[in-house]
T-cell receptor, first 109, second 117 residues
Framework: GQNIDQPTEMTATEGAIVQINCTYQTSGFNGLFWYQQHAGEAPTFLSYNVLDGLEEKGRFSSFLSRSKGYSYLLLKELQMKDSASYLCAVSHNFNKFYFGSGTKLNVKP | GAVVSQHPSRVICKSGTSVKIECRSLDFQATTMFWYRQFPKQSLMLMATSNEGSKATYEQGVEKDKFLINHASLTLSTLTVTSAHPEDSSFYIC?????????????FGPGTRLTVT
């Protein structure tokens, strides 16, 4: 089975930095993805990690440690529009994704 | 590039009827398409994996006779919810993996909100 855990909800202030963690236990791991989803819309791709380390992409960075089954998404210079759900997804055997429960991020002025 | 469409975006049907949802990759060929459902305030649950020209692979607990999946071409997959009941009301999202994808990435459609009355 796939166990992918994320915090349910987080709150942060506009302009701040927030880190959203994701832990996983899975066989056949091939990579970890982060998606952003606004209510009622489809997920949009944010980042992808297949090797250990940090991937930086503008205001968003993602980190992976395969030995620890751990990833985080780092959002810098938070903006109000960053209020959304953030989904961690694990690629399994190059064939399918399994999603975590998602973290709802509330950005306050 | 890498646009996936779904049709319809919203559908309301009566209990006992069947509903077909289409998923199309508009500017790429997709060897594999995936169907997910999402309940309010919950994450995406993988229902089935659909490969062009072969039978879909369903996740445990998903009834294949109730959720019929057809992947007739490299750009189209359909999900038919048969004999729909109110508990089938949900947000259904498809995704597609490009045939020539350099990474294991999926592109998501905009979703279909199904309401069964």
């Amino acid at each position: 089975g796939q166990n992918i855990d994320q915090p349910t909800e987080m709150t942060a202030t506009e302009g701040a930095i927030v880190q959203i963690n994701c832990t996983y236990q899975t066989s056949g791991f091939n990579g970890l993805f982060w998606y952003q989803q606004h209510a009622g819309e489809a997920p949009t791709f944010l980042s992808y990690n297949v090797l250990d380390g940090l991937e930086e992409k503008g205001r968003f960075s993602s980190f992976l440690s395969r030995s620890k089954g751990y990833s985080y998404l780092l959002l810098k210079e938070l903006q109000m529009k960053d209020s959304a759900s953030y989904l961690c997804a694990v690629s399994h055997n190059f064939n399918k994704f399994y999603f975590g429960s998602g973290t709802k991020l509330n950005v306050k002025p | 590039g890498a646009v996936v469409s779904q049709h319809p975006s919203r559908v309301i049907c009566k209990s006992g009827t069947s509903v077909k949802i289409e998923c199309r990759s508009l500017d790429f060929q997709a060897t594999t398409m995936f169907w997910y459902r999402q309940f309010p305030k919950q994450s995406l649950m993988l229902m089935a994996t659909s490969n062009e020209g072969s039978k879909a692979t369903y996740e445990q607990g998903v009834e294949k006779d109730k959720f019929l999946i057809n992947h007739a071409s490299l750009t189209l997959s359909t999900l038919t919810v048969t004999s729909a009941h109110p508990e089938d009301s949900s947000f259904y999202i498809c995704s597609a993996r490009p045939r020539t994808s350099g990474i294991d990435e999926q592109y998501f459609g905009p979703g279909t909100r199904l309401t069964v009355t």
